[in-house]
C-alpha cells in the first residue's frame, strides 16, 4: 500500500511541476532559462559596475534605452551611431541621470557599414578607457518587401550593415579580449535570427548569419571561458525600426509610422537584456506572445511550426498587398507610390534595432490601428 501510495505521489509532484511550468511559460515574456535568471540569477547592479561598455545604435531605440539604464549602473559608456547631435542628446540625458560624470561618456561617431574605419574607432576607445568590457553590437535595418519584388541591392545592404559591419567590429575587439581573457560580445539579434516570417527574407537571412557566426566563435573561445558571447533575440520591441526599414529599393523606406500598441516596452526588453549579461547567458529570447510560443515551437515542433508559417505567411502577405493598393489609392496613385513603390506596413513583424544612419528617435505607442492594417484582419495574422 505504502508503494503505490509513493507511486501516486511521484505522479501528483510531476503533473504539479508540469502545471507550474505551464503556468509561468504562459505568464512569460522571455524563454525560461532567462525568467529563472531573473527570479534566481546575479543582479545587473551587482554585476556590471565599473565596465566599459560600447554600445553601437545607440542614438535611438534598444540602444538608446541601453545607454540610459546602464547609465545608472555606473558604467562608463561609449556611444555610437552616426548622427552625432543624436548621440549627444543621449549623452546628455545620461547625465542627468546623475551616476556619471562628462569624463564617463565617449560620443564616438560611426558607421557600421564603414569596415575600414572600427580598427581606427577602437583604437579611440582604447586609448579613453584603457579597455573594453562589453561590446553591444546593436546598430542594424530591418526590411519590409516581398522578395520577389526586392532588388539585390537591398540585400547587400543589409547583408552589409547588419552582417558584415557587426563582424568587422567585433573582430576589431575581439583581440584586446583574448589579450586580457576577459569580456563579453552581446548581439542584439531577433526572433528571425531564429524563425522566419514573409516580407523579411534580406533582414531575416542578415540576423541568420549572425547567429551562426556568433554560435561558431563562441564555440572557437572555448579555450577563453572569461569571454562570453551572447545572441539576445528579441520580438516586437517599441522603435522606428519599421519606419526606417529599407522596402523594394536601397532609396526607398517604410517611412511612415506603425502600430506600436502591441509591442513590448523598450524599458522593459532593455532589463532583460541587463539581466542576461549579468548572467552570462548565451542567447535569450525576450518576447511576448505569440511570438515567444511560435519560436518554442520551431526549436522544438519545426514541422508544426512550418505548418502554422505558412498559414499565417498567406494572411500576411493578403494584408500587405491590400495595404499596398489602399495606400496608392488614398495617395491618388501619385509617382511616389505607384508602381512597386514604397511599401506601407500593415503589421509589425519581430525585429529591432534601429539603423544609426537614419532619423527619429523612440516613438510612443499609436492608437491608429484602422489606418495601419486592413480592416477586419484578425490581430493574430497581423502580429505574426
Known amino acids: 500500500m505504502s508503494w503505490e501510495l509513493g507511486l501516486w505521489l511521484l505522479a501528483l509532484c510531476a503533473l504539479l511541476a508540469l502545471v507550474v511550468q505551464l503556468l509561468r511559460f504562459l505568464r512569460a515574456d522571455g524563454d525560461l532559462t532567462l525568467m529563472w535568471a531573473e527570479w534566481q540569477g546575479r543582479r545587473p547592479e551587482w ?25 545608472t549602473l555606473g558604467v562608463s559608456l561609449v556611444l555610437s551611431a552616426r548622427r552625432v547631435q543624436e548621440l549627444e542628446r543621449v549623452k546628455r540625458r545620461c547625465l542627468e541621470n546623475g551616476n556619471l560624470k562628462e569624463k564617463d561618456i565617449l560620443v564616438l561617431p560611426l558607421d557600421l557599414a564603414d569596415r575600414s574605419s ?21 546598430a542594424g535595418r530591418s526590411q519590409r518587401s516581398l522578395c520577389v519584388d526586392t532588388s539585390l541591392d537591398v540585400f547587400k545592404e543589409l547583408i552589409e550593415l547588419n552582417y558584415l559591419g557587426t563582424v568587422s567590429l567585433t573582430m576589431c575587439v575581439l583581440p584586446h579580449m583574448i589579450e586580457r581573457k576577459q569580456g563579453k560580445i552581446v548581439t542584439v539579434n531577433s ?19 549572425l547567429r551562426g557566426f556568433f554560435n561558431c566563435l563562441r564555440a572557437e573561445l572555448a579555450t577563453c571561458p572569461g569571454i562570453v558571447v551572447s545572441n539576445i533575440c528579441p520580438g516586437p520591441v517599441q522603435s522606428n525600426i519599421v519606419k526606417n526599414s529599407l522596402t523594394e529599393e536601397v532609396q526607398k523606406t517604410v517611412g511612415v509610422d506603425t502600430v506600436q500598441s502591441h509591442k513590448m516596452v523598450t524599458s522593459r526588453c532593455v532589463r532583460l537584456m541587463l539581466i542576461s549579461m549579468a548572467n552570462d547567458l548565451k542567447e535569450v529570447w525576450i518576447s511576448d506572445h505569440p511570438f515567444l510560443l511560435i519560436t518554442y515551437l520551431w526549436q522544438y515542433m519545426p514541422t508544426w511550426a512550418w505548418w502554422l508559417t505558412n498559414k499565417l505567411g498567406k494572411k500576411r502577405i493578403e494584408n500587405f498587398k ?41 516613438p510612443e505607442p499609436k492608437a491608429d490601428a484602422k489606418r495601419l492594417r486592413h480592416p477586419g484582419a484578425p490581430i493574430i495574422f497581423i502580429l505574426i
Request: glycine share 12%; net charge negative.
Open 118 to 138: 572600427h580598427e581606427a574607432a577602437t583604437k579611440v576607445v582604447l586609448q579613453e578607457f584603457g579597455k573594453i568590457d562589453i561590446l553591444v553590437n546593436n
Open 191 to 209: 526572433l528571425l535570427g531564429i524563425i522566419s516570417a514573409p516580407l523579411s527574407s534580406g533582414y531575416s537571412a542578415s540576423k541568420h548569419a
Open 47 to 71: 554585476e556590471l559596475t565599473d565596465m566599459v561598455v560600447w554600445v553601437t545604435g545607440a542614438s535611438s531605440g534598444i540602444g538608446e534605452e541601453l545607454a540610459y539604464q546602464l547609465s
Open 322 to 362: 491590400n495595404g499596398l493598393r489602399e495606400t496608392a489609392s488614398e495617395r491618388g496613385n501619385t509617382s511616389r507610390w505607384s508602381g512597386r513603390g514604397r511599401s506601407r506596413l500593415l503589421a509589425e513583424e519581430p525585429d529591432v534595432g534601429l539603423d544609426p544612419r537614419t532619423p527619429g528617435s523612440r
